[in-house]
């Protein structure tokens, strides 16, 4: 069941989405080499805990940490370690949080240093493909459009979409319907309404798409060892048009196109 959120529970998410924005911004200030991802996590728990909020990711079916940081080759559900960031890394963040009943959901890659033009490349594609697939969440549509839009601007520039893991609703659970893939023809799946909150999060990589899990059963890899990038922002579908919820504070809220 699609739940669409009234006006003022929008506004609850929104204090959700706008703590988790800020305190991406802080973690990717942080991002250098030598700093740990576990450094990130410790941070990150602490920042969260302090504002009153509770980490989303941390036991959630187990997982045991509040970041996701993926390095590399992983696309996503890395577990923060003792493992010290390199230069030319780049590192996938993903942060939820749970604050006043409601979840905020959002995710950068970002690089460590100094990394080859490819690398950057990478992530600017997957960037602009998050915010083209923003643009699509409008009264109306289907669900479909906001992944074809994903897919059509990633494989005109030579990369590949992973497919295994999508978008998803948000609100009251970090997980709710519809599924949000990052694929496929548009017209398709579920019409888009007032009041839908939607986890966008384009996975990208710069060579085949196929991935698998390892042994942590956590996170997962390209089998071809290539570079991945995941951004993610989470979204209401307004009168006004898509408006981007995880927005830092001071910076206004945020709409797509």
């Not at 942080?30 to 805990?49: Q, Y």
């Not at 949080?97 to 033009?117: E, K, M, N, Q, S």
């Not at 109306?140 to 897919?151: C, E, L, M, N, T």
């Amino acid at each position: 069941m699609i739940v669409c959120k009234s006006p003022a529970e929008l506004e609850r998410m929104r204090a959700a989405n706008v703590l988790v924005a800020d305190v991406l911004v802080e973690l990717r200030d942080m991002v250098a080499p030598g700093v740990t991802t576990a450094d990130l996590d410790g941070f990150a728990e602490g920042r969260v805990r302090r504002a009153g909020a509770v980490p989303a990711f941390k036991g959630y079916h187990g997982f045991p940490a509040t970041l996701c940081t993926s390095v590399n080759e992983e696309v996503i559900h890395g577990i923060p370690a003792p493992r010290a960031l390199h230069e030319g890394d780049i590192v996938s963040i993903d942060l939820g949080v749970v604050l006043d009943g409601f979840y905020g959901d959002a995710a950068i890659t970002v690089p460590v240093g100094r990394i080859t033009d490819e690398a950057a490349g990478l992530l600017r594609v997957t960037e602009e493909a998050l915010y083209l697939g923003i643009e699509r969440a409008r009264i109306g549509g289907r669900v479909s459009d906001i992944g074809h839009a994903v897919q059509r601007h990633v494989e005109a520039h030579g990369f590949s979409v992973v497919r295994e893991f999508v978008g998803h609703g948000v609100g009251m659970s970090l997980h709710e319907e519809p599924q949000v893939p990052n694929y496929g023809p548009a017209g398709r799946g579920p019409r888009l309404t007032e009041g839908m909150t939607l986890a966008i999060e384009p996975m990208v990589a710069m060579g085949r798409a196929a991935v698998k899990v390892l042994g942590d059963g956590w996170t997962a890899v390209t089998k071809d060892h290539s570079l991945a990038a995941h951004f993610e922002h989470t979204v209401g579908i307004t009168g006004a048009g898509p408006v981007i919820l995880t927005t830092p504070s001071g910076r206004g809220q945020s709409t797509g196109g």
